[in-house]
Structures are given as C-alpha cells and as structure tokens.
C-alpha cells in the first residue's frame, strides 16, 4: 500500500479534529473539502461562518457545511480561551486584556483550541509566514516532555525497487528548522525522528546519526559532536536502534557498513538519517529529491506537543490535503492509537 493510501485509511480509521485557522484560503478550503468527502478528519474553521459558506459556494464546494465555525470575534466563544491564554503568559507579564486581543489572531485561537483539549492538531501557512505559524505554537503548545527542540523531518520516497531505506522509504531530520544543534538537541532531534519514523513512515526505526568520519575514522570537535549526541539518545531512548558516528555509506550499504562498524546493528541498514546540522540535512535531501526522483514528503514538523505543521505559501491543493492527513496521523500517535 503506498505511504498515502495508508496514511489516510489510518486517517479515517481515527478521525481527529484538525483547526484550520485560514478560513478563506481558496486552496485550504479546496482541501478541506477533499479531506471532508474522504472521512479523514474533523474540520474545524476559524472565521465567520457565513463569509466561509460564500467562498466554498463560489468554488463550487459541497461538503464544506458539514465542518465546525467558530468566529474569532464571538467574545462568548473565545473568553475561555483568552483566560488560558493569559494564565499561560501571565510570567511574561500578559494581561487578560492582551490575552482577548491575542485570540482575534486564528493561529493562536487554534493553538489554544488544541491546548484546551478542543483540538487534535493544526495545519496553517498558506497565507501565513513560518515564523507566525511557529511563534503561536511555541507560545502556547511549547514541547513535548523531554524535548526541548523543534525539528523539521523529510520522508524520502525512493523509487520504486530501490535498495535502500526500507519500502522504498527513508527519514531525514533535520532539514528545515535548528542551522547548528547542539549535541544535546541532535540527541533530541533523533528521538523525535524515529517517531516520525514510526507514527508516519509505518517503519520500525533505525537510525543513524551521520558525520565525515565512522567510529573514530577521523577526530575532530564536529565528529565529537555527534558521538555525544549518540550517547545522549541511547540514554533518552535505550530501547532504540540508533548509532553513530557514521558515514552515510555506512549507514546505508550493507556491505560498507559490515566493513566499517563491523559491531553496528544499524550500520548499513539505517532508514533514519539525523545530520549534523540544517545545511547538511537540507542539501542532502534537495539531492537526493533532484538526483535520484525521490519524492520529499515535509517539512513535518516534530517536538512540538501537540502536531502543528507549516504549509508553503506555494502549497498546491494536494501539498495541503497530504500535509492535514499527515499531521492527523501524527496526532494518533501521539494518542498511542
């Protein structure tokens, strides 16, 4: 079955109620309407429901009458939410009068919505900067226990027959959100990862943490660097086939791997791969996009508490229909299910 035939049979399986703060958003509103007819989620729009009822029957949508509306401006609806708010903030000096001001903005009603209990996850960006999207979810939502950092992760679609990864699939992390981790934030960055791994992949992790050199084939502060983080990972997650320091044709090729960490159970046979830094981990994966006809399924954005993922302001219709049952399928792993 391929990745998103699976994803969204999962989906349906285990509905969530996915905030969709872009209300108006022609593409978001397409998609939405998709994922609606599907069964994939619970739809929940932020804006004037009549405003919103208009735009979909210019688009010539049909099931978008069956979603959630809740208006920002309905102060009976959003008081509870600014009282969150400021008991989250109230350190930070916000006042409930701020806190009503702030739940106007869709993207923190959503993130609220969420931490409330009301909501399962939230996808946004079309119209929005990355920067806002995050800042309301760092804001509110904050990280996972344990986790301390955000990161972007790419799911590789090889083609078909490939010898590597796993189900023509691999996990690259991270790609698009920390320039330059810390030991401490590679460790966390590979636990987050191999859930993506797990939660969205269908894989059973087993990761590699990549550097220039294997097992002590070269010294140098950055490959330090990563046999630290190997270390700390093994101790935040001891059950986890996780390794490093590798190269990536030690992690990957069986043969180099059985050469080079003779004693490793992942080398070569990683279908995770954690790079040193964010130039690394993104030029590889435009690569490995470009060279080899991979699909890159992401950014998905991974640590957070609760699932929240950006969207390009380029996002096609099917870049957000895919990106919602993936965030949905990351929170039913959240929720164990």
Known sequence: MKLFERLTK????????????????????????????????????????????SEAEK???????????????????????AELFCELRKKKGVTLQDARYTVKNPLYLGCLMIKAGDADAMVAGALSPTSSVLRAAFQVLKTKPGISVVSGAFIMLLPEGSIYGEDNMMVFADCAVVPDPTAEELAQI????????????????????????????????????????????????????????LQSDAAIVPSVGKLKAPESEVAGHANTLIFP????????????????????????????????????????????????????????????L
């Not at 990549?210 to 700390?232: G, P, Q, R, Y």
């Not at 993922?309 to 990106?323: C, F, K, W």
């Open 277 to 336: 830094s964010l130039e690394t981990g993104n030029i590889a994966y435009k690569l490995v996009q470009r060279l080899a006809g991979a699909g890159a399924v992401g950014p998905i954005l991974q640590g957070l508490a609760a699932p929240v993922n950006d969207l390009s302001r380029g996002a096609t219709v099917e870049d957000i229909v895919n990106t919602i049952i993936v965030t949905c399928n990351q929170a039913i792993g959240d929720k164990g």
């Open 190 to 245: 590979a636990i987050a990862t191999a859930k993506t791994t797990k939660d969205i992949a269908g894989l059973d992790p087993v990761v590699a943490l990549l550097s220039f050199s294997t097992k002590n084939s070269a010294s140098h502060e950055k490959v330090d660097k990563v046999i630290k983080a190997t270390e700390l990972a093994h101790q935040l997650d001891p059950s986890l086939k996780i390794d490093g320091e």
């Open 10 to 53: 999962k989906a349906q399986e285990f509905p969530q109620r996915m905030v969709l703060p872009e209300s108006l958003e022609p593409r978001t509103l397409t998609a939405a309407d998709q994922i609606i007819e599907k069964k994939a989620a619970k739809i929940i729009f932020l804006g004037k429901k009549e405003e919103i009822l």
């Open 59 to 81: 688009l010539n949508l049909s099931h978008i009458g069956e979603a959630e509306f809740h208006d920002p401006d309905d102060t009976h609806f959003t008081e509870k939410y």
